[in-house]
Nanobody, 122 residues
């Protein structure tokens, strides 16, 4: 059974850092496209970062230079290191797995975690 479990969210002040984790089971993350998405109340879910099978990464403009996606194949875990956080980064963050056409679009990601909340105060 495929399962994705996020952790690492919390409340931080602007300029702070958080590291999100996504523990996967039921499949091998290195064989899937993996992505991090976020959704704030009243907004659509948006892509933050993605990593593909060969290790290539893609970032949304909002996180370039601040966010880093990575994976630990031995532990089948996906990470998102977030630095220099801003209040506008406040959202529920989700990890996802699948074979999408467009890496930073939700469509095509078949599996989703429950999310972890990130709140950044000014």
């Amino acid at each position: 059974q495929v399962q994705l479990v996020e952790s690492g969210g919390g409340s931080v002040q602007a300029g702070g850092s958080l590291r999100l984790s996504c523990a996967a089971s039921g499949f091998t993350i290195s064989r899937k496209y993996m992505g991090w998405f976020r959704q704030a109340p009243g907004t659509e879910r948006e892509g933050v970062a993605a990593i593909v099978s060969d290790g290539s990464t893609r970032y949304a403009d909002s996180g370039k230079g601040r966010f880093t996606i990575s994976r630990d194949n031995a532990n089948n875990t996906l990470y998102l290191q977030m630095n220099s956080l801003k209040p506008e980064d406040t959202a529920m963050y989700y990890c996802a797995a699948g074979m999408p056409w467009l890496l930073l679009m939700p469509r095509g990601y078949n599996y989703w975690g429950q999310g972890t909340q990130v709140t950044v105060s000014s």
